[in-house]
């Protein structure tokens, strides 16, 4: 179990600001907690803050052309979010919802496009937090092209699993719920298929599933499933 640990937090790339960062947005900013379920903010809204998550996990969902909610991304504690549309001054094109109880600090966008010009090294560090979500959209544009169904879904739970886990039952339980169909829609398949390669990947021993929580048991093992 220490091993894998340990393996999850060298393959992790971690975007946080530091304290001084963060003491001073959260001397700028306000303290917002919501329940679980609750939106941040919503499509085709003017964009007129950033938050800074204390706590908890967000799913970022955007519409499809049929109406549909795809989660596109999910973020967790230390993350910015909201800070694309503010800096590009275009109306938002994502929803912002949160997944459990969480705790933010809302930021004016006006402000926080102010304290990048006065914190440079901050300023830095959102480039590198908005080039490292490129990366990885183009990453998930690369797998759904390339990679079968059940690889796409191996990667997925490793890249949840990145943004925290806790001691399950037999392995390491990811922190993050998502109903299957929204990990089906995240990688481009139906609820059933991922169902049945849930199923799959428990009887080859390197998953445990139960409750809409899912185990990571076997990490070397499903990095190997998926072809990293």
Known sequence: ME???????EQQV??????????????????????????IFREDEN????????????????SSPF???????????????????VLCETQRCCFAETLENSEFWRLDGKAFRAML????????????ALGTRLREAETTILNLVTLEVDRR??????????KGVTTGQKGLRIDIRLKQQEI????????????T????????GLIYTGKERIEIIDMDGLKSFAGL
């Open 3 to 9: 091993k894998f640990q340990q393996a999850l937090k």
């Open 14 to 39: 971690v975007v946080t600001l530091d304290e001084v960062e963060r003491q001073q947005f959260k001397r700028a900013a306000s303290c917002l907690k919501l329940k679980a379920g609750e939106i």
């Open 47 to 62: 964009p007129s803050f950033v938050c800074l998550i204390e706590s908890g996990h967000v799913k970022i969902c955007r």
């Open 67 to 85: 109406g549909d909610l795809v989660t596109v991304g999910v973020r967790g504690t230390g993350d910015l979010i909201g800070v694309a549309e």
């Open 117 to 128: 010009y006065t914190a440079p090294m901050l300023a830095v560090e959102v480039a590198t």
């Open 153 to 162: 879904l191996a990667r997925l739970l490793l890249s949840l699993a990145d």
């Open 184 to 195: 089906a829609m995240m990688i481009g398949t139906c609820r059933q298929t991922v169902t």
């Open 197 to 204: 390669t849930l199923q799959r990947l428990k009887k080859e």
